[in-house]
């Protein structure tokens, strides 16, 4: 396991273009698939997106697809999400997940369970 500590989270207006990073701890980083989940109130945690470990993969849900890019620095042990063009809808506590790669032969990299480390979450608020 590996831990994260995600920032970059705040109150922001609509169709600003924040950026969230999230800092890993040790040396294996570029094992990891590390996605993005968020979780709305009242809502469940849900798949934003995902990045391989050589950065050379990525995946998103539709809903930020086109608007949101995940990229990572396995040098710095850092992945980010990129948001552009943010919506009120896309206000939620945002999650940085990593996960071995192997962990992902037979799981799909848009569900929680291949991921075993998760940092404490940034929130994130879209005014309109």
């Known amino acids: 396991q590996v831990q994260l500590v995600e920032s970059g989270g705040g109150l922001v207006q609509a169709g600003d273009s924040p950026r969230l990073s999230c800092a890993a701890s040790?040396?294996?980083?570029?094992?990891?698939?590390m996605g993005w989940f968020r979780q709305a109130p009242g809502k469940e945690r849900e798949f934003v997106a995902r990045?391989?470990?050589?950065?050379?993969?990525?995946s998103y849900a539709d809903p930020v697809k086109g608007r949101f890019t995940i990229s990572r620095d396995n040098a710095k042990n850092t992945v980010y999400l990129q948001m552009n063009s943010l919506k009120p809808e896309d206000t939620a506590v945002y999650y940085c997940a990593a996960g071995p790669t192997a962990a992902f032969k037979s799981t799909s990299p848009r569900t929680e369970r291949a991921y075993d480390s998760w940092g404490q979450g940034t929130q994130v608020t879209v005014s309109s």
């Open positions: 040790g040396r294996t980083f570029s094992t990891y698939v």
């Open positions: 990045i391989s470990g050589s950065g050379g993969v990525t």
